[in-house]
C-alpha cells in the first residue's frame, strides 16, 4: 500500500468517526429544541381548543363543539380531539379516532380528579404521538369534563432525516477535499524523496559504496539523506578495513587449524601409547626372558636382539609423536581477561552477524589481571564460542560475562579461594543429558562427520586444568548451554601490582 493511500486512510477513519459523532450529538440537540418547539406548540393550541371548547360548553352550544372537533381534527399537527364528561365517560371524538381505543384512563383520572394537565407520548398505528389531556371548568370552577388532543410528532422524524442527509453530504465534501490534498502533498513532498532513496539504496545494495543523495531540503527527508550519505561514508570505511583484516584473519584461522590438528595428534599419541605401551612391555619382557634362557644359542640369540630392537624403536618412534604433539606448558604471565574476551568476539563477529547471532555484554569490567598464557586462554574461549555459534544456526542470543566466586576446585579440593568465573552462554539446542558428561572426552562430537574433531573442549579443558582451573556445563535441552570457566584469581592483586610497575 502506498503512503499517499495510507495517509488518506488515517485522515479518512479519525473524519468519519468525528463526523458521525458530530451527528449524533447535533441530532441530539435538534430533536430536544424539536421537542420542547413541538410540545410549546401543542400546549398553545391545546390552550385555545380548551377556551373554546370551555365556552361553548357554558353556553351549551354543544353542536357548535361537535363543529369544532371535526373542524380542527385532522388538519395541520392534530390528530384528533376526545370529548370527556366529569365521570370520564367518552361524549364525542373525531371521526378518524374512533378505530384507535382510548389508552390514557389514568392520566383522564388524574386531569378529573386534580384539575390539571397531563401530557403523554404514545405511538398511533406506529407513528409517534403527543397526548394532551387538559379539564373544561364550568361556571364556578368545577371541572365539568376534559378534552384529550392529539398532535402529530413526525415533524421531529422528517428535520433528523433533513439534518442526517445534510451531515453525510457535508463528510463527502470533506473527504473527497482531504483526498485531493493528500494526493497533492504526497505527489510532491513524498514521491521524489522516497524515489531517490530508493534509487540510491539499490546502488548501494549492488556495491557502490560511493552513491551520494543532493541534500536539496531541510525537513525529515533532507535529514534522513544526510544521515544515508554519512552511513554510506562509514561503511566504505568498514569495507576497507575488513578487507585489511581479512588476511590476518585467515593466518588466525590456519594457526587454529594447525593447533588443532595438533593437539588431534597428541590425543590419537596418547591412545595408541596407552594401547600399545602395555603389550609392548609384555614383549620386551618376553624377549628379556627367553635371551636369558636362551644363552649360548648364537641364531636365537640374534634373533631375540633383533626382537628386542625393534621394540626399543617402537618405543621411540611412540615417545617422538607425544614429544612432538604434546601440549605445551602454559607460559604465565599477567592477562586481562576482558581483553582476550574481546579479541574472541572481534574475531567471530563477521560469523556472528552471518548467523544472526547478537552478543550481549560482555560485563567483564572491573576485573584484576590474572597469571595466566593470554595464547591458550584465547583457544579456549574461542572453542567456547565456535561451539555455541554451531548451536544457533537460525540465530540467537550470545551472552558472556564474568565475576569472582568463592570455590573448592572439585578435582583437588584445596578448600575455599576465589576463583574468576568467565561465563559463556547461549540459546541454541542444548546438550542432551547423556552427553553432559562426555563433552570433554576426545574425539567425542555431535557434530556432522566433518565439521569437528572432538578435540576442542578437551583441549580447552586441559589447558584451563593447566592454569589450575576447571570448566562446568549447565545445559537445557532446546533452550540454552551455559559454560563457566573457572580460573585462580587468588593472586590478582600481586599480578596487577606487578603487571602496573
Known sequence: MKIGTKLFLYHLIPLIVLMTLFAYLEQRRARTVLSEEVAREGRVLTRTIQIAVQDAVRDRQLEDVHTLVDRISGSGPVMGVRLFDSSGSLTYQSANLEHRPFTESDALRTTLLQGRSVETHARVDAKPVASFLVPLFGNSGVVVGAIQVLQHEGVIRAEESASRRAIVALTAVMILATGIVVLLVTRISLTKPVEDLVRSFRDVSSGDLSTQIPITRRDEFGRLAREFNRMCGRLDVAQRSLLEG??????????????????????????????????????????????????????????????????DRIARIVRGMLDFAREPEPRLHPTDVAAVVSKVLEFLEPQFEEAGI???????????????????LYQVFLNIALNAADAMPSGGVFRVGAHYEDRSHPERGNGIRPYLAVTFEDSGHGIAPRDLNRVFEPFFTTKEIGRGTGLGMSISYGIVREHGGWIELDSEPRRRTLVTVYLPAAESAAVAAAAAS
Open 246 to 311: 581479512q588476511e590476518e584473519r585467515r593466518n588466525m584461522e590456519a594457526r587454529l587449524r594447525l593447533a588443532e590438528h595438533r593437539a588431534g595428534l597428541g590425543r590419537l599419541a596418547a591412545g595408541l601409547a596407552h594401547e600399545i605401551g602395555t603389550p609392548l612391555n609384555v614383549i620386551a619382557g618376553r624377549a628379556e626372558s627367553l635371551s636369558r634362557r636362551l644363552s649360548g644359542d648364537e641364531v636365537a640369540e640374534a634373533g631375540l636382539r633383533i626382537v628386542s630392537a625393534q621394540i
Open 358 to 376: 547478537r552478543v550481549a555484554g560482555p560485563d567483564c569490567r572491573d576485573l584484576l589481571p590474572i597469571s595466566a598464557d593470554s595464547d591458550q
